[in-house]
């Protein structure tokens, strides 16, 4: 969407490798979020961010760890990628507040 | 905690047919409920949204009402088309504390497929 990249859009990695998922906006949105989608599960929180340095866990951040050291880049890593962390993540940007998320593209990740 | 529950899927439909995806949550407070759609290969896009009890939040012929006495934030379409195929997922947003983080709960979605 307009506003929100993610990369990369595709990867496949190995068992026990660390795995860095990168997400720009060029919106100065306060709000950023990453989520994992899986088929049965909707979509649900990893990690999310209501500023530069500010981070909180979510519901399933076991694994999962994350950075923001800028307002424009939230990166989300893997530190030791598992074959259970084979899904789609998608990241958002947010003005909070009950307006609604801006969605990327996603990005596909398979953990062989 | 808070919670979404979605109509079973796959919905499959008739070009022009009518079309109702239940949703049902259960939170605390008064949650803003939301309706986001997802087409293949694609990000979810905001379809409508509802901020407090019997808002209709509207948006390219899809409505659903907050219900806050049913719990229920049902999407309804009078006549679907080819185009509408697409999973659909029911979310809710609160508040955390003091500040609006805006997190959203959302239920499992509902895959629609429409034929000509």
């Known amino acids: 969407d307009a506003g929100i990249t993610q990369s990369p859009r595709h990867k496949v990695t190995e068992t026990g490798t660390p795995v860095t998922l990168r997400c720009h906006q060029t919106?100065?949105?306060?709000?950023m979020y990453w989520y994992r989608q899986d088929p049965g599960h909707g979509l649900r929180l990893i990690h999310y961010s209501y500023g530069v340095k500010d981070t909180d866990k979510g519901e399933v951040s076991d694994g999962y760890s994350v950075s923001r050291s800028k307002t424009e880049d939230f990166l989300l890593t893997l530190e030791s990628a598992t074959s259970s962390q084979t899904s789609v993540y998608f990241c958002a940007i947010g003005t909070g507040d009950n307006y609604g998320y801006t969605f990327g593209s996603g990005t596909r990740l398979t953990v062989v | 905690g808070d919670s979404v529950t979605q109509m079973e899927g796959p919905v499959t439909l008739s070009e022009e047919a009518f079309l109702t995806i239940n949703c049902t949550y259960t939170a605390t407070g008064y949650p803003s409920l939301f309706w986001y759609v997802q087409y293949p290969g694609e990000g979810l896009q905001l379809l409508l949204k509802?901020?407090?009890?019997?808002d209709k939040g509207s948006n390219k012929g899809f409505e659903a009402t907050y219900r806050k006495e049913t719990t229920s934030f049902h999407l309804e379409k009078g006549s679907v088309q080819v185009s509408d195929s697409a999973v659909y997922f029911c979310?809710?947003?609160?508040?955390?504390?003091?500040?609006?983080?805006?997190?959203?709960?959302f239920g499992q979605g509902t895959i629609l497929t429409v034929h000509p």
């Open positions: 919106e100065n949105h306060r709000y």
């Open positions: 979310a809710l947003s609160q508040k955390s504390g003091g500040t609006s983080y805006g997190k959203l709960t």
């Open positions: 509802a901020t407090k009890a019997d």
